[in-house]
């Protein structure tokens, strides 16, 4: 067992956990943020996406001993009031059907984004086909990404 | 207006209960579609009564603002959103004022609670918005008694009571107290469907804010003070059973608090079908994080053997049945052989038409093709999971099931715990194929929490999930057909099945459009579980059928959008022989639908696959175009035409017709499961396949039919054709015909 200095969402947090304990599961069970999703824990899903330091990482298989030093993003600290630009747009396509892979989905997109506010369909498959969405909802997230573009992302 | 009567009697049906604070609420069920559907039949699935019944209630406030509670387990098939619809329509309420709840089982309003089978919306058509007209027929009544004017000179508009006459205008908060002490009426009206001013708008989906901002909603986001986490160890492999575990070792670990072993279910329990588990002897560890617990749980050492050959009786559908699993451990290899060789031998007649052992002998020629498709896991993107916090006589339980009534049965008989003390809540379900009817995993939840005295959430790894049985089964169809000499097809033979069920579905087209018909069908046991997934049977059936059409229509020199409506054609005008389970008529009108949106006959597009489906009361044709990267095909645009009766909820219609397209692609062309030694071979999304972002189609155009005709089913409907469709567009751009799924066994995986 080791203390960890977290910073997510903007906020402090000091967990005490081993130090192999994967991120996901710190937020989860830790810190109450479940959404972010656990999928497959080997990094084959994506359901489980955050953002550390800006970057869309697979929270299930990154160390808390690796992510500690830097700046944690989940979905829920994307927006104050869920109005993110791509949060919006996923709700004008009404993407989710379970919506269960939606939270990882988002998290992408939103890292993508950020890179590279127009992005072409190869763009998209290049930085979405790590993330599973097992209802199909394929084709609305990238309608979704696509209205979400080119708009100023924070 | 319409001046249906409805047979909603008061004792059975509707009961009102008057709130400490004032306000309606109209608790409904409804018994009125429980008939035996042929659809069910067909499947070879009597449904119970209980499957289409569910309870549900409105609340009006004073201040007009309309709580509806959504009965249904949602599993992503918009039932939450598109059920209330129905209510709201009847009561006449602005839908800005709806807001939707769901609703536990067990509460002591609801009674009965059940869902499946794209049975939601077509079940609770008539009943919830009967349950919303009753509400809207108080509202009226109560305002025609308090203005002593006549009932029949009020009317009802988003949410406000009318009397024009008088110029008065209330909102239903107001009337609704004095409603609440008024008998309920034993018959309302229900709109015109010309009237409808909800049902067949796109209204969002309700839990979308939520899921969008990574709000708790699903059974894995449960989190109570003192719970648990527990995982299981199951045997690895399908013909095992757990003997002993190193629990003395395990216990010392960090976090860990119990280590057992548990009986789901004993031996002397009444099972149900839904009860059917792969392992019911299971190594459990229990302790305070899951991480902590998945570091124990692999370093847990167990002893298996091998498991005998288990005969167990078990209710089907109120039919007592005894299911046999055999002994041994399993090989994909042996499968294969065996379905290729087993149906000359083994099969029995399903269905027989005219002379077609004649037309055999006279053809001029035979056509013959076999099709299979392997075993496939649900993997539902929510791995299995259950909350359960049981005490000494109650239970309560939390999670994603489909079937929460079955499943309280199987702890009540498990734990001996009355039926009214245990509670089961619902919870938005990540995914559900099918997978989450199966609900030993609750019931594991329970016996878990009675054991260590305290509230516990059991979670799958993925890997437990995957190799935990409940497949769809692996099947397997021969074709032939006889031409005389002049390319007429004079006869049809089609021998299916599976292990361990049979996909066919005898009496569907093209029964019925062949003089000379035969179909047969065979079975094999095994000890791997399997189960309903999406569309069962259809899932395998429709892409075989469609393939084999496809490759006829070429032979015969026809077009296969022609051949097709030829066979329909006769079908409708003609039929051959009894009880043939589709309307021709609904068959044409979607091919010709999508030949028309897909521009088949002035397309220049080259790659493209035609393929059309009856199945859960409704109808699809679809069309696919494709192109090949490299080895590597990409599917651009899919069309695909829909009859599934009025439409509710428009884009979400569109997005499940989308996402069964999609999935029915995937699995098609990318996803087994396959046994060595009884041991499942994947395990995980590195070796098993599902679609990704780059494989989905470029585009997809869907349209419905326009109907007056009451809804039938959405969530399946959409999903066995498009194989179908995929095996027709693959055989135009490489030449090859695709006759084993998945199509693209040996592609690389990307992660």
């Known amino acids: 067992m080791a203390t960890y200095n977290l910073k997510v969402n903007g906020k402090k947090h000091q967990v005490d956990v081993e130090e192999s304990t994967p991120l996901l599961w710190v937020l989860r069970d830790h810190l109450g943020l479940v959404g972010t999703k656990f999928g497959c824990g080997i990094a084959q899903c994506g359901a489980c996406t955050v953002h550390i330091d800006g970057d869309a990482a697979r929270s299930c298989i990154t160390p808390v001993s690796v992510a500690a030093d830097y700046a944690i993003t989940t979905i829920e600290g994307i927006s104050e009031n869920g109005d993110h630009p791509v949060q919006e747009a996923w709700l004008e396509h009404d993407v989710p059907q379970c919506g269960y892979c939606q939270a990882g989905q988002i998290m992408s997109a939103t890292a993508l984004l950020k890179k590279n506010s127009s992005p072409s369909d190869s763009d998209i498959d290049d930085a979405m086909s790590g993330n599973i969405c097992r209802c199909g909802t394929y084709t609305r997230i990238k309608k979704a990404i696509k209205t979400a573009s080119n708009q100023n992302l924070s | ?751």
């Open chain 2, 1 to 751: 207006m319409s001046t249906t009567k409805k047979t909603l009697g008061r004792r059975s049906f509707i009961k009102n209960v008057s709130l400490a604070g004032g306000g309606l609420v109209i608790g409904f069920n409804y018994l009125v579609s429980c008939k035996e559907t042929p659809e069910a039949k067909a499947l070879g699935m009597e449904m119970p009564k209980e499957w289409f019944e569910l309870n549900g209630f409105l609340k009006i406030g004073d201040n007009g603002v309309v709580t509806i509670m959504s009965p249904n387990p949602e599993i992503g098939q918009n039932v939450k959103t598109s059920m209330p619809m129905l209510v709201a329509e009847e009561l006449d309420v602005d839908w800005a004022n709806v807001i939707v709840e769901q609703a536990p089982l067990n509460t002591d309003i609801f009674t009965r609670q059940l869902a499946g089978g794209s049975q939601s919306i077509r079940a609770g058509w008539e009943p919830l918005r009967t349950a919303g007209a009753t509400a809207r027929e108080m509202l009226k009544q109560a305002a025609a008694n308090t203005w002593q004017v006549p009932v029949s000179e009020i009317e009802t508009k988003e949410g406000f009571i009318i009397h024009t006459a008088s110029d008065k205008k209330v909102g239903f908060g107001e009337m609704a107290s004095i409603a609440a002490k008024l008998e309920v009426p034993e018959n309302v009206t229900l709109k015109e469907k010309s009237n409808f001013s909800i049902i067949g708008t796109s209204r969002k989906n309700v839990d979308g804010k939520k899921i969008v901002t990574g709000q708790p909603l699903f059974g894995l986001d449960t989190q109570r003070e003192g719970m648990k986490i527990a995982m299981i160890v199951q045997p690895p492999a399908f013909g095992m059973q757990l003997t002993s575990i190193n629990d003395a070792e395990i216990k010392q670990m960090p976090g860990i608090t119990d280590v057992l072993i548990i009986d789901s279910y004993t031996e002397d329990q009444k099972l149900s079908y839904f009860d059917q588990a792969a392992f019911t002897k299971l190594a459990v560890v229990v302790g305070d994080t899951t991480w902590q617990v998945m570091q124990a749980k692999k370093a847990l050492k167990a002893e298996w053997e091998l498991a005998p050959e288990i005969s167990r009786e078990m209710n089907i559908f109120g039919r007592t049945s005894t299911v046999n699993r055999p002994a041994g451990l399993e090989n994909t290899s042996e499968h294969i052989k065996m379905m290729q060789e087993i149906g000359v031998d083994k099969a029995t007649l399903a269905r027989k038409d005219g002379n077609p052992e004649k037309a055999f002998k006279n053809a001029d020629r035979v056509i013959e093709r076999s099709y299979s498709c392997p075993f496939l896991a649900h993997n539902t993107m929510e791995p299995m999971n259950f909350f359960a916090n049981v005490t000494e006589n109650r239970a309560e339980l939390e999670g994603p099931v489909q079937t929460p009534e079955i499943m309280e049965k199987s702890v009540s008989e498990r734990l001996g715990i009355p039926l009214e003390n245990i509670d089961i809540m619902m919870t938005r379900m990540g995914g559900g194929f099918g997978r989450r009817l199966y609900g030993h995993f609750l019931v594991e939840a329970a016996v878990i929490s009675k054991e260590i005295n305290a509230p516990v959430k059991l979670v799958y790894t993925r890997e437990d999930d995957m190799t935990n049985g409940v497949y769809r089964p692996a099947y397997h169809a021969t074709y032939k057909a006889a031409l005389d000499a002049n390319n007429n097809l004079i006869g049809f033979h089609v021998i299916a099945g599976g292990i361990p069920e049979s996909p066919l579905a005898a009496n569907r087209f093209p029964a019925g459009a062949i003089d000379n018909y035969l179909a047969e069908t065979w079975e094999v046991p095994s000890n791997i579980t399997t189960g309903a997934f999406r569309a069962p049977r259809s899932n395998f059936i429709a892409g075989a059928e469609q393939s084999f059409l496809d490759e006829l229509a070429e032979e015969m020199g026809k077009d296969p959008i022609d051949l097709r409506l030829e066979l329909l054609e006769k079908a409708k005008n003609n039929p051959v022989g009894e009880n043939n389970d589709y309307d021709a008529s609904r068959y044409i009108g979607v091919l010709e639908l999508v030949r028309k949106t897909s521009n088949w006959d002035t397309s220049t597009s080259k790659n493209r696959g035609v393929s059309a489906y009856f199945c859960h009361n409704s109808y699809v044709a679809q069309v696919l175009d494709l192109e090949m990267k490299g080895n590597q095909p990409k599917v651009k645009d899919v069309y695909c035409a829909v009859d599934c009766g009025i439409v509710v909820n428009p884009d979400a219609a569109t997005n499940l017709v989308e996402g069964g397209i999609v999935d029915g692609i995937g699995h098609a062309m990318y996803s087994a499961i396959t046994f060595k030694e009884g041991k499942p071979e994947q395990k995980n999304f590195d070796t098993y396949r599902l679609i990704r972002h780059n494989e989905a189609p470029e585009k997809i155009v869907v349209d419905f039919v326009q109907s007056d005709t009451d809804p039938t089913g959405l969530g399946e409907p959409p999903f066995p054709p498009i194989m179908g469709a995929v095996a027709n567009a693959l055989y135009k751009a490489t030449g090859k015909r695709h006759y084993h799924q998945p199509f693209m066994a040996s592609q690389e995986l990307k992660g």
